[in-house]
């Protein structure tokens, strides 16, 4: 039985990560790196604080570096911001079945509440959790055992979706249904059998759900 639906946002939801792609980009030279492209695949649904622990392995200024790509990311979020296909679809039918939705995102929580009412989805959501309020960032399973329990939905009875492979780690270790929409990372091979579903869209996620639930 489905009683709560957990989403990432940055990739997900919203087609935002080759927007922190860019700033990864954009700021690499600053601090040392030539080419920072592979900063972006690494750092995809990652918390603040691995982000932070994995710069320094670089000796560079890394507080000062994911700060100036967050200031970044959250200008240009302003002007470019877009909702990924199949989300209002999958939304709405969850909440059609009275089943609770949650975000669960590594991103700040003022980013995370911004970005939801600029493009008219902070209505479907139940509860709003942000890696700033748990000890462990993905790909810990902290976030998505506190949106579960803020749902007061056991995690075995919740989906979690998600497009990076450091959010699949982190629903699969939390014991929920984990199904992946890869958007820039590709799925690890364990994934296929490990997940409960991987696919193009969140559109055709929700088709096959509602084979599931019917």
Known sequence: MIEGAIFDLDGLLLDTERIYEDAWIKYGP??????????AETFCGMSKDKIIHTLNKYHVEAKEYLKDVIQYVSK???????????VNEILSFF????????????????????NLKIVGLDSYFDEIV??????????????????????????????????????????????????????RSKPEKDFYKTTYGIFDNLHVAMNQIKCMME
């Open 95 to 114: 909440q059609s079945k009275g089943i609770g939705c949650a975000v669960a995102s590594s991103s700040p929580k003022n980013l995370i509440l911004r």
């Open 30 to 39: 600053k601090y040392g790196f030539g080419d920072s492209t592979f900063l």
């Open 76 to 86: 240009h979020e302003l002007t470019d911001l877009h909702v990924k296909p199949g």
């Open 130 to 183: 942000s890696g700033d309020e748990v000890e462990h960032g993905k790909p810990a399973p902290d976030i998505f055992l506190e949106a579960a329990h803020r749902l007061n939905v056991d995690p075995k009875h919740c989906f979690v979706f998600e497009d990076a492979i450091n959010g699949v780690h982190a629903g699969l270790s939390a014991g929920c249904k984990t199904i992946m929409i890869p958007d």
